[in-house]
């Protein structure tokens, strides 16, 4: 359990240095703050000790733990900065619905039956899927033992895909390292707070943007979606790729681009997949936020730097995607048989994202006949909505265009590929709704009570 505790020291890093950097504290109300900042602590701490690892293992092999004290420092230092700039700011009142309270008992209980189900198969299977152990883990274990590490990488390993980023591979092997053995808790960890992060990004994230019960609402419909459930016991990148996904949207509806960019770096770090999402969220907010994308394009620099160096001078030549010639690629890419081939099967496999007779879409149409979409909200439905499905259109190119037999392609990807963007269609799904606190339902006393001393206690607090 030692690595677990290594995992926990990079969240612990992220969120001090979001607390200290970011001022997520700020947001109401306060447990809304308080996810948002294990969020995006959890993600930030997590994707910066991976690309600290993977800079000192390729730079100086010979000094194993070399990331861990430069981490303790950074640790020591952001406490200090934390401790002499602090404030006692009051965050302000935020509109309360009759449902907050049943809606968090709710997500509790629906986060410990899921938390149990997975316990479950990590006891069954505590080395994952298939391709955790023979990619994702096999290669945090080529970095994290001897002196060459540079074999995680080697073109002599191609069947572990040596060319994929290395966020996932790494921050295990971060953590087998510090530990001083390879146990299967570090991957399992790994999956797990990133899927808690997620989680408390997006309810953390609009019960502060919008309303408390729409975020405890999408949170739970997060939770109620088996295709993403199932897919943080297979440890694979998936769900951290996801994580970065829909935080990194959040974030920038939060109006926190340096945070968004850096979150859409590091998925460019986790997997291919990252690296045409971070190209769409640029050129998306290059056109809907002007006024953000240099804010943006900087945070993403760690994460997207990184990955150039790998892609460019370490990782070998290896291409799947692509074969044949020009003429080849578009003559799948018109084929019509082949274009209705993958669409059939985009629509299969969102058809086929519940269990039995429920859907997770099923809560999500409920909750728009009977809250409405808010007019106001087009213009964050739009930035919300274009970056996923964008995304989505271009997994659909890639499926026209690649050389390898189709129906295995499909087969094999396309459930994790939908669960990578599903919680950001979720996050889409979840901006244009009106909130119900203003949608006719009662507001209890207390809450406008709140609102009205906001103010009076933030004086208070100042005095």
């Known amino acids: ?68 004290f430069i981490e303790a420092a950074v640790f020591v230092w952001l406490v200090y900065e934390i401790w002499r700039r602090r404030d006692h700011a009051a965050s302000a009142g935020a509109p309360r619905s009759p449902f907050t309270v049943p ?93 808690l992060a997620m989680i408390a990004m997006l309810t953390g994230g609009l019960a502060a943007w919008r309303s408390r019960a729409l975020g405890l609402l999408c949170g739970l419909a997060l939770l109620g979606s088996p295709s993403v459930l199932h897919e943080v016991p297979t440890q694979y990148a998936d769900i951290p790729l996801a994580c970065y996904f829909a935080g990194s949207t959040m974030l920038l509806l939060l109006d926190r681009p340096l945070l968004a960019g850096l979150l859409a770096g590091f998925a460019a770090w986790t997997k291919d ?47 799947i995607a692509v074969g044949g010639g020009a003429s080849a690629i578009v003559r799948r890419a018109v084929d019509s048989e082949r274009i209705g081939q993958v669409l059939a099967a985009f629509g299969h496999e969102f058809g086929s994202m519940g269990s039995g007779w429920y859907h997770p879409i099923l809560p999500v149409i409920a909750l ?3 809250l409405r979409f808010d007019r106001e909200r087009r213009g964050d439905l739009l930035l919300a909505g274009v970056i996923p499905l964008v995304t989505l259109a271009g997994y659909l190119c890639v499926f026209l265009v690649t050389p390898q037999d189709l129906k295995w392609q499909l087969d094999t990807a396309l459930i994790r590929l939908v669960a990578q963007v599903w919680p950001s269609l979720l996050l889409f799904s979840f901006a244009g709704l009106r909130a119900p606190e203003s949608s006719g339902i009662p507001v209890p006393e207390s809450s406008r009570k709140v609102r009205k001393n906001a103010g009076s206690q933030r004086k208070m607090v100042q005095r």
């Open 1 to 68: 359990m030692t690595s677990v505790v290594w995992a926990l020291f990079a969240v612990a890093l992220g969120c001090a240095a979001v607390y200290r950097f970011a001022r997520l504290q700020e947001l109401a109300p306060r447990w809304a703050a308080a996810l948002v900042l294990f969020g995006a602590g959890a993600a930030a701490g997590i994707g910066s000790s991976s690309c600290l690892y993977f800079v000192c293992r390729a730079v100086a092999p010979r000094i194993p733990r070399l990331s861990l």
């Open 103 to 195: 809606l968090a008992l709710a997500m509790i209980v629906a986060l410990g039956v899921a938390t149990s189900a997975m316990a479950d198969a990590w006891e069954a299977n505590p080395q994952g899927g298939w391709d955790a152990w023979l990619i994702w883990n096999l290669r945090a274990r080529f970095m994290a033992v001897g002196t060459q590490p540079q074999r995680a990488w080697s073109a002599e390993l191609n069947w572990t895909h040596a060319e994929y980023p290395f966020l996932a591979s790494a921050f295990v092997a971060r953590c087998w390292t510090d530990a001083g053995s390879v146990a299967d808790a570090a991957p399992i960890a790994t999956s797990y707070l990133l899927f």
């Open 273 to 319: 997949e990252g690296i045409l999402f971070l190209a769409v969220f640029l050129v998306v907010i290059a056109i809907l936020r002007r006024d953000r994308i240099l804010r943006v394009a900087a945070g993403s620099i760690p994460g997207a730097a990184i990955t150039a160096v790998f892609k460019l001078a370490l990782a070998p030549r290896i291409s």
């Open 368 to 370: 728009a006949v009977a």
